[in-house]
C-alpha cells in the first residue's frame, strides 16, 4: 500500500564517489523515478540516473535564429518599405550597415532564450519542494550528495526500497513527506 | 565551470586554492562574510565616502538636467568632452569581468573560478556607469528611448546605418547578458545562503532570489548547459562591444580617428584596463576579507601577465598610429602626430606614454609581479593611462581638425569633474555593497577545484564493457 503523505525516500551520502555508484545501483535495480543532488554540477551522476540529454541548446538556437531574422527583416523593412530616404542614390537595403545590430540581437536573444530556456525546463521558479521537507537536505548546498526514489515509481515499495537503499551505505536514509 | 579538479602546487606556481580546504569549509567561510561577519568600521567609512560621493552625482546630474549640457566644457568644436571619454573607459573596464567570466571559462582556465563573481559584478556597475554618460549627454536626456526602434506617430526610425545606433544595440546586449550571466551564476550560491543562514527574513530573500533551486543534477545538467552556452556567446559579444565603441570614431573622418586598427587596439586597450581594475579591486578584498586562500598569489600574477601582454599590443597599437601617420602622407594626419607631441595637449600625451607603456614594464620582473602592494600601484597608473588614452583620443583630435579657423581648446568645468568623480563614487558604492550582500567568490565553482570533487569511479561507458 502506498502512503499519500510519502512522497519518497531520501538517501545521504558524504563521497562524491559512493553517491555516483549508489545512483548507478539504483538505475540498474529499476528505478526510473529518481533524481539525485549535489552542491556542485557533477555530470556522472545525472548520467547515471539516466539523464543524458536536455534542450537547452535547441531553445537557445531557436532563439538566436529568431533574433537574427526579426532583427535584419526589421531593419530591412524599416529601410526600404516604412522609411526610405534618398541619400546620393546609395541603396536602400544597404545591408552591410545592418550586420552589427543583426548580430547583437542574435546574441541577445539566445541568450536570453539560453536562460529562460533553462530556467523553464527545470522548472523554475518553483519555491515549494517535498525534498525541503527533510532537514538534511539543507546540506545538498554544502558538502553532501543526496538520491530520492519517488514513490511514484512502479517498483517503489515503502519497506523493500528503504531496504535497497540502505544497502547503499548511505550517511542516512529518510522518508520524505510530501 | 570546467571539470578539472587538480589543483596545482607545482614549485613555480602559487596554487589556486590553498590545499586543506574541504566543501564545507569553502561553503562557510565564503557564506560567513556575507551572513555572519558584522558590518566593521572600515566598511561604514568606506561605504559613507562613496554614499557622498554618489550624492555629489545627483546633485551635479539635477543641475545638468536643470540647465543642460552647457555647464559643461564642451562646445564645437569639441563636442565629446568628459562624457564620451569616461564612456569609454567605463565600458572598457567591464571588459575584463566577461573575459574572465566567458573567454576563460570556454579556454578550461579554473583559475579564473575564485574571481569571476566579483570581476562580473565589476562589469556589470562599469558598464551601468559607463551607459549613464551617453544619456546625459543627449540634449534632452527623458527622450532617450527615441533611440530604440519602436512604432511612434512622429513615423520615425532610427538611423541603422549610423554607429551611434549600433552603439545603443551593442551596450544594451552588453548590460542584458553580463547581468543575466552573472545572475544565473548566482542561483546556486543563493540557494546556498538560504540553506546556511538561521535568520528567517534572510531565508526567505535569498529562497526567493534562488528560485527554489535544489541542486538537482538534472537542473545542473541544463545549468551547465546554459553556462556554457553563455560562456561562448558573450565571448564575441565583448569583442563586439569596445569593437562597436571604436567605430564611433573610425566610422568618421577626423584625422586620428579614420583608422582600420581602432577596433582591435580599442579591445585590447580595453581589457587592460579591465585587469587593471580587478587588481585594484582584488587587492584590498582579498586582504580585508582574509580570502588569501581562494584569490591566490596564482590569481593576481595571471592578472600582471594578462596585462603585460595586453600593454604590449596597446603599445603596438600607438605605434602603428605613428608609422600610419607618417607613412600615409596624408597632411592633416601628419599634423596631428605633430600636434601630438608638441600641441597644446602635448604634456597629456606624455602622461600617456609614460603610465600606460613605460611604467608597466616592471611587471616582467616576477618579483613586482607577485607583490601586492607594487601591483596595486601600477594598476591605478594603468588606469589614469588608459583614461588619458581615450582623452587623447577624443579631445587632441576634435580640438584641431582640418580647418585652423575652426581650432578650439577644451577645458572641463566643477561639472565635467564631479559627474566623473560622481561615477567612481557610485561604482564603490555598488562594490560596497554587492560585498555584503552577495558572495563575492563563486561557493560552487570553487567546489570544483578542490581534492575532495576528485571522481575515481570508472565512467559509465567503461563499466559496461
Redesign the interface.
Known amino acids: 500500500m502506498k502512503d499519500p503523505r510519502i512522497f519518497g525516500l531520501m538517501a545521504e551520502f558524504d563521497d562524491?564517489?559512493d553517491a555516483?555508484?549508489a545512483a548507478?545501483s539504483t538505475y540498474a535495480a529499476g528505478y526510473r523515478k529518481i533524481?539525485?543532488?549535489?552542491?556542485?554540477?557533477?555530470?556522472?551522476?545525472?548520467?547515471?540516473?539516466g539523464?543524458h540529454r536536455?534542450?537547452?541548446?535547441l531553445v537557445?538556437l531557436v532563439g538566436g535564429l529568431l533574433g537574427c531574422t526579426g532583427a535584419f527583416i526589421?531593419?530591412w523593412w524599416?529601410?526600404t518599405i516604412?522609411?526610405p530616404i534618398n541619400i546620393g542614390g546609395r541603396p536602400l537595403n544597404?545591408w552591410p550597415?545592418?550586420i552589427?545590430?543583426t548580430?547583437?540581437?542574435t546574441?541577445?536573444f539566445?541568450?536570453?532564450s539560453?536562460?529562460f530556456?533553462?530556467?523553464a525546463?527545470?522548472g523554475?521558479?518553483?519555491?515549494?519542494?517535498p525534498?525541503?521537507n527533510v532537514p538534511r537536505?539543507?546540506?545538498?548546498?554544502?558538502?553532501r550528495f543526496f538520491i530520492v526514489i519517488f514513490a511514484s515509481d512502479k517498483k517503489y515499495d515503502p519497506a523493500g526500497t528503504r531496504q535497497f537503499l540502505e544497502g547503499l551505505n548511505p550517511v542516512s536514509v529518510s522518508e520524505v513527506p510530501s | 565551470m570546467a571539470r578539472p579538479t587538480e589543483v596545482e602546487v607545482g614549485e613555480q606556481k602559487a596554487p589556486v586554492i590553498q590545499p586543506g580546504h574541504t566543501f564545507a569549509s569553502i561553503t562557510d567561510k565564503i557564506a560567513a562574510i556575507v551572513l555572519l561577519r558584522p558590518i566593521k568600521g572600515g566598511w561604514l567609512f568606506g561605504m559613507l565616502i562613496c554614499f557622498l560621493i554618489l550624492q555629489w552625482f545627483l546633485l551635479a546630474v539635477c543641475y545638468l538636467f536643470y540647465k543642460g549640457v552647457g555647464i559643461w566644457g564642451v562646445n564645437i568644436p569639441i563636442g565629446w568632452g568628459f562624457a564620451i571619454v569616461n564612456f569609454v573607459w567605463w565600458i572598457g573596464i567591464g571588459h575584463a569581468g566577461t573575459l574572465i567570466s566567458a573567454i576563460l571559462l570556454l579556454l578550461r582556465q579554473t583559475w579564473r573560478n575564485s574571481i569571476n563573481r566579483f570581476a562580473e559584478a565589476m562589469t556589470l556597475f562599469a558598464v551601468a556607469c559607463a551607459g549613464m554618460f551617453p544619456i546625459l549627454h543627449l540634449g534632452r536626456p527623458w527622450l532617450f528611448y527615441w533611440l530604440f526602434p519602436y512604432p511612434n506617430t512622429m513615423s520615425y526610425w532610427p538611423n541603422f546605418r549610423s554607429p551611434l545606433v549600433w552603439d545603443v544595440f551593442a551596450v544594451t546586449t552588453y548590460l542584458t547578458i553580463s547581468l543575466v550571466f552573472w545572475f544565473v551564476g548566482l542561483i546556486p550560491d543563493l540557494a546556498s545562503l538560504r540553506d546556511q543562514t538561521t535568520n528567517r527574513f534572510v531565508r526567505v530573500v535569498y529562497g526567493l532570489l534562488a528560485m527554489g533551486w535544489r541542486n538537482s543534477v538534472r537542473h545542473w545538467n541544463r545549468y551547465e548547459t546554459a553556462y556554457l552556452l553563455l560562456g561562448g556567446l558573450a565571448t564575441p559579444l565583448v569583442l563586439s562591444v569596445h569593437t562597436v565603441v571604436s567605430f564611433d570614431f573610425s566610422v568618421g573622418i577626423v584625422p586620428g580617428w579614420h583608422t582600420t586598427i581602432f577596433p582591435p587596439y580599442f579591445v585590447a586597450g580595453a581589457i587592460y584596463s579591465g585587469f587593471a581594475m580587478v587588481l585594484v579591486l582584488a587587492i584590498p578584498i582579498r586582504k580585508f576579507y582574509n580570502i588569501e586562500d581562494f584569490i591566490t598569489m596564482r590569481h593576481l600574477e595571471n592578472s600582471a601577465m594578462v596585462m603585460l601582454a595586453t600593454g604590449w599590443i596597446v603599445a603596438y597599437g600607438y605605434a602603428f598610429e605613428a608609422f600610419m601617420n607618417w607613412y600615409g602622407g596624408d597632411p592633416y594626419e601628419t599634423f596631428l602626430r605633430w600636434n601630438r607631441l608638441h600641441g597644446p595637449y602635448a604634456g597629456f600625451y606624455y602622461a600617456l606614454l609614460f603610465t600606460n607603456l613605460v611604467v608597466p614594464q616592471i611587471l616582467w620582473f616576477k618579483k613586482i609581479r607577485t607583490n601586492p602592494i607594487w601591483l596595486f600601484f601600477i594598476s591605478l597608473d594603468v588606469l589614469v593611462g588608459m583614461w588619458l588614452e581615450r582623452f587623447i583620443i577624443v579631445i587632441v583630435s576634435l580640438s584641431r581638425d582640418f580647418l585652423n579657423s575652426a581650432f578650439g581648446m577644451y577645458y572641463p568645468t566643477q561639472w565635467d569633474w564631479a559627474i566623473f568623480i560622481g561615477t567612481l563614487g557610485f561604482f564603490s558604492a555598488c562594490m560596497f555593497l554587492f560585498l555584503r550582500l552577495l558572495p563575492a567568490v563563486s561557493i560552487s565553482e570553487l567546489k570544483t577545484l578542490i581534492p575532495q570533487a576528485e571522481i575515481t569511479v570508472k565512467h559509465e561507458a567503461e563499466v559496461h564493457q
Do not use: T, W
Open positions: 562524491i564517489n555516483i555508484k548507478r533524481d539525485a543532488y549535489a552542491p556542485f554540477p557533477v555530470e556522472e551522476l545525472s548520467e547515471a540516473i539523464f536536455n534542450g537547452v541548446a537557445c526589421l531593419q524599416i529601410n516604412s522609411y544597404s550597415s545592418f552589427i545590430v548580430f547583437e540581437m546574441i541577445l539566445s541568450g536570453l539560453a536562460v530556456g533553462m530556467l525546463l527545470n523554475l521558479p518553483m519555491p515549494y519542494h525534498v525541503f537536505f539543507d546540506l545538498a548546498s554544502k558538502d
